[in-house]
Nanobody
Framework: QVQLVESGGGLVQAGGSLRLSCAAS????????MGWYRQAPGKQRELVAM???????DYADSVKCRFTISRDNAKNTVYLQMNSLKPEDTAVYYC????????WGQGTQVTVLS
C-alpha cells in the first residue's frame, strides 16, 4: 500500500511562486508515473502535470511555461515548482502515483490572491 504525503501549499500573491512536494512511502516498488491534479471549487479535477519514471513530462496547457514538474526516484518524491501564479491557479492540489492502481495524496490548498 503506497502512502503519499504532500507539502508546500499555501497563500501567495499573484505573480508569486510555490513549490509542492509529494513523498511516497510503503509499497513503493514499481511506481510508474507520478504527478499532480487540482480541483477548484465547483469544477472537475484536472491534470496539472505528470512525470514518468524516466522523467518525460506532460503539462496542462494552462500551466505550460509556468510550472515545472520533476521527480527524485531515489527519494520517491515528486515536486511541482509553480511560478507566475495566477488567481485561477487557486485549487486543492492532489499528488498521485500510478502502480498497479492509482494512489492519491490528501491534497494541499493553494490560494493565489489577486
Amino acid at each position: 500500500q503506497v502512502q503519499l504525503v504532500e507539502s508546500g501549499g499555501g497563500l501567495v500573491q499573484a505573480g508569486g511562486s510555490l513549490r509542492l512536494s509529494c513523498a511516497a512511502s510503503g509499497g513503493i516498488s514499481d511506481i510508474g508515473a507520478m504527478g499532480w491534479y487540482r480541483q477548484a471549487p465547483g469544477k472537475q479535477r484536472e491534470l496539472v502535470a505528470m512525470v514518468a519514471w524516466l522523467h518525460t513530462t506532460d503539462y496542462a496547457d494552462s500551466v505550460k511555461c509556468r510550472f515545472t514538474i520533476s521527480r527524485d526516484n531515489a527519494k520517491n518524491t515528486v515536486y511541482l515548482q509553480m511560478n507566475s501564479l495566477k488567481p485561477e491557479d487557486t485549487a486543492v492540489y492532489y499528488c498521485y502515483a500510478r502502480q498497479s492502481r492509482v494512489y492519491w495524496g490528501q491534497g494541499t490548498q493553494v490560494t493565489v490572491l489577486s
